[in-house]
T-cell receptor, first 114, second 110 residues
Framework: KAGVTQTPRYLIKTRGQQVTLSCSPISGHRSVSWYQQTPGQGLQFLFE???????NKGNFPGRFSGRQFSNSRSEMNVSTLELGDSALYLCASSLVPGSNQPQHFGDGTRLSIL | QKEVEQDPGPLSVPEGAIVSLNCTYS??????FMWYRQYSRKGPELLMY????GNKEDGRFTAQVDKSSKYISLFIRDSQPSDSATYLC??????????FGKGTTLSVSS
């Protein structure tokens, strides 16, 4: 069974640009969550999607947005990139939302801002 | 005080040692507790998943949760060089997002 797939694996952008990252969940998983991982802050929750609806949102500015499609695939977008947005962006999927459903992670997209 | 505290290490042990990794937390509403392992340039891999207090064993790994002390542990027996990775604790209350510790870097030397 294929795991969570994130594309691209690496991205280099410059300040002010925007970027879109993609996540394909494990087959049958309908909940997708996004996290930002940095050495200083660790893993921080961005948002969670289920049935094409955002269920939860972390404490990030509005430049960070996401969406989910009817096949459960998800994208996140970051506009007006800042140097501090350099991070590993991780996607995790679970069968459905809920605390009794463990989340499984992809290998992430490493975003570097120049 | 951060919601979840985890000693970043690094922790270096010889092959075969017993490793103890720990996290403390402040939110008594946390009910679900997880340990993830993350290798360099990879995503976190779920190792252990427990609900409420108690112990759970899976092979060389044992997870312990003490809700009265707000303290969770992961024990690794007979540690191997392949166990060298960053270990992340995570916890969750019903209906909310996972909260992670910052991770402990473990190095097992042969």
């Amino acid at each position: 069974k294929a795991g969570v797939t994130q594309t691209p694996r690496y991205l280099i952008k410059t300040r002010g640009q925007q970027v879109t990252l993609s996540c394909s969940p494990i087959s049958g998983h309908r909940s997708v969550s996004w996290y930002q991982q940095t050495p200083g802050q660790g893993l921080q929750f961005l948002f969670e999607y289920f049935s094409e609806t955002q269920r939860n949102k972390g404490n990030f500015p509005g430049r960070f947005s996401g969406r989910q499609f009817s096949n459960s695939r998800s994208e996140m977008n970051v506009s007006t990139l800042e140097l501090g947005d350099s991070a590993l962006y991780l996607c995790a999927s679970s069968l459905v939302p809920g605390s009794n459903q463990p989340q499984h992670f992809g290998d992430g997209t490493r975003l570097s801002i120049l | 005080q951060k919601e979840v505290e985890q000693d970043p290490g690094p922790l270096s042990v010889p092959e075969g040692a017993i490793v103890s990794l720990n996290c403390t937390y402040s939110n008594s509403a946390f009910q679900y507790f997880m340990w993830y392992r993350q290798y360099s340039r990879k995503g976190p891999e779920l190792l252990m998943y427990t609900y409420s207090s108690g112990n759970k064993e899976d092979g060389r790994f044992t997870a312990q949760v003490d809700k009265s002390s707000k303290y969770i542990s992961l024990f690794i027996r007979d540690s191997q060089p392949s166990d060298s990775a960053t270990y992340l604790c995570a916890m969750q209350q019903a209906g909310t997002a996972l909260i992670f510790g910052k991770g402990t870097t473990l190095s097992v030397s042969s």
